[in-house]
Nanobody, 126 residues
């Protein structure tokens, strides 16, 4: 049983930074891909960044150059460094893990991920 717990959310002004952390327990070493998703009020959940077991990273266009996803070697912790935050980054952020190998086109899609955390809120004010 894999359990994921996010932390590090908060409120910042535009241009600021936050670092989210996802702590995993259970069989996280079986994860082939881990990712961060976010969901703003009234919007669908969207993929933000993903990293596979070979440390290949995939980012949504909206966060490229601003966000960095970093796993540790045993996959028990997944970080998301968020810089130059914008009001449109405001959302609940979720950590997710997949036990199957994902092609690049699938890494930011929700369906392949079978383990999810409860989320941490990020609010960016202008």
């Amino acid at each position: 049983q894999v359990q994921l717990v996010e932390s590090g959310g908060g409120s910042v002004q535009a241009g600021g930074s936050l670092r989210l952390s996802c702590s995993g327990s259970g069989y996280t070493y079986n994860s082939r891909c881990m990712a961060w998703f976010r969901q703003a009020p009234g919007k669908e959940r969207e993929g933000v960044a993903a990293v596979d077991e070979r440390f290949r990273r995939t980012y949504a266009d909206s966060v490229k150059g601003r966000f960095t996803i970093s796993p540790d070697n045993d996959k028990s912790t997944l970080l998301l460094q968020m810089n130059d935050l914008k009001p449109e980054d405001t959302a609940m952020y979720y950590c997710a893990a997949s036990i199957i190998v994902l092609q690049p086109a699938s890494r930011l899609m929700q369906r392949p991920y079978n383990h999810w955390g409860q989320g941490t809120q990020v609010t960016v004010s202008s």
